[in-house]
């Protein structure tokens, strides 16, 4: 459980330590507040990214 008066990032911060320990909690995709991927080096062998934003045409 976590204290309610707690500011936002400090909660995004410590669920990313309780939960996602072994993922990667680190990057930012636009608005999304919290994103959570696997960390490239244990995903993809040949150092890929596991996850690409996609190109999206206007």
């Given at each position: ?16 330590q ?25 995903f ?13 045409a206007?």
């Amino acid at each position: 459980m976590y204290a309610l008066k707690v500011q936002e990032k400090e909660i995004e911060k410590k669920v990313a330590q309780d939960f996602f320990k072994e993922f990667d909690t680190t990057r930012q995709l636009g608005r999304i507040d919290f994103c959570v991927s696997y960390k490239s080096d244990t995903f993809l062998p040949n150092k890929q990214r596991a996850f690409r934003t996609p190109k999206i045409a206007i």
